[in-house]
């Protein structure tokens, strides 16, 4: 079951660029820097009132944001729901005739499981769920 919105997902070239601007021009509180190795990229979570923004700046060519920064440029990328369990919520998606990009949770940031849907099935809006459990 979806709880809330965890987080917006933004696609940088740059993560110090992309600090300078949330940080230092629009104020935002910046929370954690950290890789996420799993997913080729490195991570800038700011917090706004629970929601956080997360910067997303690829760390190697075939990572999956450097594909997406190629195609079309820096930008909005998905949005994550937090959900009770990931593994569930992957199955209940699947069996209501989504297509799930993960078939089973991974790991994500912040020590959090994750899992994709596809966006062919959702709208265009690449959709990630998390849940704190581990
Ligand atoms: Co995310």
């Given at each position: 079951m979806i709880q809330k919105i965890d987080h917006i997902g933004i696609a940088v070239r740059?993560?110090?660029?992309?600090?300078?601007?949330?940080?230092?021009?629009?104020?935002?509180?910046?929370?954690?820097?950290?890789?996420?190795?799993e997913q080729k990229v490195r991570v800038a979570m700011f917090d706004v009132a629970g929601v956080h923004i997360e910067?997303?700046?690829?760390?190697?060519?075939?990572?999956?944001?450097?594909?997406f920064l190629e195609k079309q440029g820096p930008g909005m990328h998905h949005i994550c729901y937090?959900?009770?369990?990931?593994?569930?919520?992957?199955?209940?998606?699947q069996e209501k005739g989504i297509r799930a990009i993960d078939k089973s949770?991974?790991?994500?940031?912040?020590?959090?499981?994750?899992?994709?849907?596809?966006?062919?099935?959702t709208a265009s809006v690449l959709i990630e769920l998390n849940s704190s459990e581990k």
């Open positions: 740059s993560l110090d660029e992309g600090i300078k601007l949330y940080r230092d021009t629009l104020g935002m509180k910046l929370h954690a820097v950290e890789e996420v190795t910067l997303l700046e690829p760390t190697s060519e075939d990572s999956p944001i450097a594909k937090e959900v009770d369990d990931v593994d569930e919520s992957l199955n209940e998606f949770s991974r790991p994500g940031a912040a020590g959090k499981r994750v899992g994709f849907l596809h966006p062919k099935s």
